[in-house]
Structures are given as C-alpha cells and as structure tokens.
C-alpha cells in the first residue's frame, strides 16, 4: 500500500489539499500546476481503494462532491509525517 501511495506523485499533494480545507476536485485541480483532472481521479481512486479517503456525494443540482480523510487515512498520514519528519533529521545530519 505504501509503494502504491508514493508511486503517485500527487498522494501528498493530495493530502495537503485535504488538510487545508481544499476537498472538492475542481478545487484541488486549480490549486496545484500541473495537476490534471484525469492524474486527480486516478489517485483519489487509489487513495478510496485502500480507505485513505472517502468520497462524498452530495444531492444537489449541480453534482457536488467533496473529499474527506478517513480515520485510518489520518492515522496512515501520521505516519507519514513522522516519516518526513525521519528524513528531515537524516538530511540535517549529512
């Protein structure tokens, strides 16, 4: 799982999005540069695959859809930024 969520370069791109309020897709998508749609779907499907997010659609006209992370999303990206913060340490140190 882990291997999979770094293989898409916009995981934690993602997850920073999520984490500053950012959950609806045109929303992400005009965020970040070089972010398409099609990337986007790609690896918020892969993220709902292993329950990392969860997708919310809402009974409106227009469609509205929005983005949350999970409880085992926020434990998963606690891990990673105890990570980050590992690597941090290891970059310092050289």
């Known amino acids: 799982m882990v291997e999979a969520i770094f293989g898409c370069k916009w995981s934690l791109t993602v997850?920073?999005?999520l984490a500053n309020g950012i959950?609806?897709?045109?929303?992400?998508?005009?965020?970040?540069?070089?972010?398409?749609t099609k990337v986007l779907n790609e690896c918020l499907r892969r993220?709902?695959?292993?329950?990392?997010?969860?997708r919310i659609a809402y009974d409106e006209s227009p469609p509205r859809v929005?983005?949350?992370?999970?409880?085992?999303?926020?434990k998963f990206i606690r891990i990673l930024d105890e990570l980050e913060k590992l690597q941090r340490e290891i970059e310092h140190e050289r």
């Open 47 to 54: 993220n709902m695959d292993f329950g990392i997010i969860e």
């Open 23 to 36: 959950n609806r897709p045109g929303a992400m998508v005009n965020s970040v540069e070089g972010l398409t």
């Open 66 to 74: 929005e983005y949350v992370v999970t409880s085992f999303g926020s």
């Open 15 to 17: 997850y920073q999005l």
